[in-house]
Each structure stands twice: as structure tokens, then as C-alpha cells.
């Protein structure tokens, strides 16, 4: 009798807890990521796959830091799996020669509305000076 209630009581704990954004799911985002090569005034010169570029994910949309991230494939492709139901941002930097830095993100921010979505996300575009 004893097992049975600590067994119902671990049940409606671990029933009432909420899932958060991130890894544990069973969703997967993808996407592809294009370099254009600009010349000195503002041109497009050149168009190509962006190979072994840096794709950051932030799981929820109050964090600003982000939580994971991956390389591009040699086609330019890259896929965060494994995630739940929730908003996630994707992002990565390009070239820019009037920032600080000297890098600027591109960044898109999508929903996972079921737990075996496969969001496919539209071409991320970054300025390669």
C-alpha cells in the first residue's frame, strides 16, 4: 500500500511539472545558410553555400544568451533536433562594416507548435565583405 502512494505521488509531480523550450522533444529545425560576397560599393559579387558557419539557437524568447549551437554542413545546411513545443530564435553573424564589432546577427524567431514538427526555415542570408 505504501509503494502504491509514493508511486501515485511521484506520478502528479512529475505530471504537473511544465516542459520548457529546448532539448528533450522530438521536433527538429532546419535551415540553409547563403554567404554573399559584396565589393566596395555594396554589390553582390558572388553567391555560394556557407560551409562550416557558426548557427546559434536560443531555447525561449526571454533569454538573449545563446544555448547551443552547431556548424553548417558542407552544403550550407545545418539542423537543431531533438527540441519541444515552444519559441526558439535562430541566429547567425555577418559582416558589417559600420558595427562596432564588425558583425551583425541575422536572426529568426519561430514557434514549435507540435512535438514532431520539422520546421523548415526560409535561406539565412549573410553579408561576407
Do not use: W
Request: with cysteine; aromatic share 14%; glycine share 6%.
Amino acid at each position: 500500500m505504501k509503494s502504491i502512494l509514493i508511486f501515485l505521488v511521484v506520478l502528479v509531480v512529475f505530471s504537473a511539472c511544465s516542459k520548457y523550450e529546448g532539448q528533450g522533444g522530438a521536433a527538429t529545425i532546419k535551415g540553409v545558410v547563403v554567404e554573399r560576397k559584396y565589393n566596395s560599393l555594396g554589390n553582390v559579387i558572388a553567391s555560394y553555400l556557407a560551409q562550416d558557419q557558426d548557427v546559434y539557437i536560443i531555447y525561449g524568447s526571454e533569454n538573449t544568451f545563446y544555448d547551443d549551437d552547431i556548424k553548417t554542413s558542407f552544403d550550407g545546411t545545418f539542423e537543431f533536433r531533438y527540441l519541444r513545443k515552444g519559441v526558439y530564435k535562430i541566429f547567425v553573424y555577418e559582416d558589417c562594416n559600420t558595427c562596432p564589432s564588425g558583425k551583425k546577427e541575422v536572426l529568426k524567431e519561430i514557434e514549435i507548435t507540435d512535438k514532431n514538427q520539422v520546421l523548415i526555415l526560409d535561406t539565412m542570408y549573410i553579408k561576407k565583405i
